[in-house]
C-alpha cells in the first residue's frame, strides 16, 4: 500500500503496487478492486 486518500468520510481510495487500486464508498467498510490496465505502481493521488 502506498497511499490512503478520502475525498470525504464516505469515498476513499487505496493504491499499491502492481496496478494494486481499491475503492469504497462506505466509509471503509467495504473495499471494491478497481482495475487499471497498463499502470504500475500508484505513489499517490491527487484529484483535481
Known sequence: M??????NDQKG???G???FFLKT?????TW???NIPGYG???KMQLI
Open 17 to 19: 503496487n502492481n496496478s
Open 13 to 15: 481510495f487505496i493504491g
Open 41 to 43: 505502481n500508484f505513489l
Open 25 to 29: 464508498v462506505d466509509g471503509g467498510s
Open 32 to 34: 471494491s478492486s478497481i
Open 2 to 7: 502506498r497511499f490512503v486518500y478520502f475525498v
